[in-house]
């Protein structure tokens, strides 16, 4: 059974509450196993991040990148969002963001704010996706516990091995197509949200679904110019417990609007 999420643009708002600090509402319908994704929490990071910058005078509406470490889950419901602006500048500006629940800060990012123009062209990539086409692509059964993906439509392709039938081995890798349902846009903030919220491509290899987000790097490289956004997932390495993992998020046009790296704890199913 799946719900009608709250739209990102509500779930993900801040509030001014005093000089540099400002309120938010995690929500439950952004969340994995119960706990607010990485992804949603840059979102709110990012968004108090400008909110800080334009109060201080910087004239930038975007932020570039958010560079966040997840010292601790925060459980939905009410958190706070302490700022500080490192610097304004005339091309970009920096902020410190530090979420905290109570006395504990939970989670810290460092935003680099910057303006992007809703019609800039890519004037160079490297390296393009190979998905198939989303009429080729297929959705599956909701994952337990993953409420989150009630806000997305998803379809999987299947070039890739069926993981959600069983099939592991490798590639540690997940291409999609990806759209916000209820008729939801992607923009220059909500699409930091798209570079974390697909399954953990660990899955492919045979982990488990507690895959905890310790550090997420995530960089907006153009404003989205499409509803449905193909999103390529994959892992460099694991070692030692921990995986690296890489998200590049393309438009229908074939740019490049968004990608991240992340490193994360992860745990196999015995005998994988």
């Known amino acids: 059974m799946t719900f009608a999420a709250m739209p990102i643009a509500d779930a993900i708002a801040v509030e001014p509450v005093g000089e540099n600090r400002y309120r938010a509402e995690l929500v439950d319908d952004y969340t994995v196993l119960g706990y607010p994704n990485g992804g949603y929490l840059q979102c709110v990071l990012a968004n108090a991040a400008i909110a800080a910058a334009s109060d201080d ?24 969002l302490s700022t500080k602006v ?32 809703e019609s ?62 209820e008729g939801g846009q992607w923009n220059a903030l909500n699409i930091f949200f798209a570079t974390d919220c697909l399954p953990p491509a660990t899955l492919a290899l045979g982990s488990t679904g507690w895959v905890p987000t310790l550090q997420l790097t995530s ?10 956004v193909a999103v390529r997932q994959w892992i460099r390495s694991i070692a030692d417990g921990v995986a690296e ?13 968004a990608s991240a790296t992340q490193v994360a704890l992860v745990r196999f199913t015995q005998g994988s």
């Open 57 to 80: 005078g910087a004239p930038h509406i975007h932020a570039s990148s958010v560079a966040t470490n997840f010292i601790k889950s925060p459980t939905v419901g009410p958190v706070m």
């Open 245 to 257: 993992e890489h998200c590049e998020v393309f438009d229908e046009s074939g740019d490049l609007v």
């Open 86 to 117: 490192r610097r304004i500048g005339r091309g970009v500006s920096f902020v410190a963001v530090a979420l905290s629940q109570g006395e504990d800060v939970l989670t810290e990012s460092l935003v680099t704010v910057a303006t992007f123009s």
């Open 120 to 181: 800039s062209t890519q004037r160079y990539l490297s390296d393009g996706i190979a998905i198939a086409p989303l009429a080729d692509c297929v959705s599956v059964p909701p994952f337990e516990g993953f409420r989150l993906h009630d806000s997305l439509e998803i379809r999987y392709d299947l070039l890739m091995p069926k993981w959600w039938e069983g099939e592991v081995g490798g590639p540690g890798e997940i291409r999609a197509w990806m759209r916000l349902a």
């Open 219 to 228: 960089y907006l490289r153009r404003v989205p110019s499409s509803d449905w």
